[in-house]
């Protein structure tokens, strides 16, 4: 089992950065992949980034592209993503994932943290 915990949610005024942190725990060895997915209320789950273990790989959301990045740090299991240029249709709650295979589709995940909540103000 995996464990995963995020923070550094908040809310945040339109243009301005946040950077979320998601820790793990458990048998993260097996984990290759680690990624962030968002849901909006009344909207479904939307993949947002990701990224291989080694780092060598990662994908974005064309919303995001080119203002989130995403980043790991294995020594410390953590994963981050740094956003900027925060827009208020960034608004979500924000989710940790594990997985073993890259993928920007949510049922590849197997693991899943509670979530934080960002809020960006116009």
């Known amino acids: 089992q995996v464990q995963l915990v995020e923070s550094g949610g908040g809310l945040v005024q339109a243009g301005g950065s946040l950077r979320l942190s998601c820790a793990a725990s458990g048998r993260t060895f097996s984990i290759n992949v680690m990624g962030w997915f968002r849901q909006a209320p009344g909207k479904e789950r939307e993949f947002v980034a990701t990224i291989s273990r080694s780092a060598g790989s990662t994908y974005y959301a064309d919303s995001v592209k080119g203002r989130f990045t995403i980043s790991r740090d294995n020594d410390k299991n953590t994963v981050y993503l740094q956003m900027n240029s925060l827009k208020p249709e960034d608004t979500a709650f924000y989710y940790c994932?594990?997985?073993?295979?890259?993928?920007?589709?949510?049922?590849?995940?197997?693991?899943w943290g509670q979530g934080t909540q960002v809020t960006v103000s116009s």
């Open positions: 994932a594990a997985g073993y295979v890259l993928s920007v589709r949510a049922p590849a995940y197997s693991y």
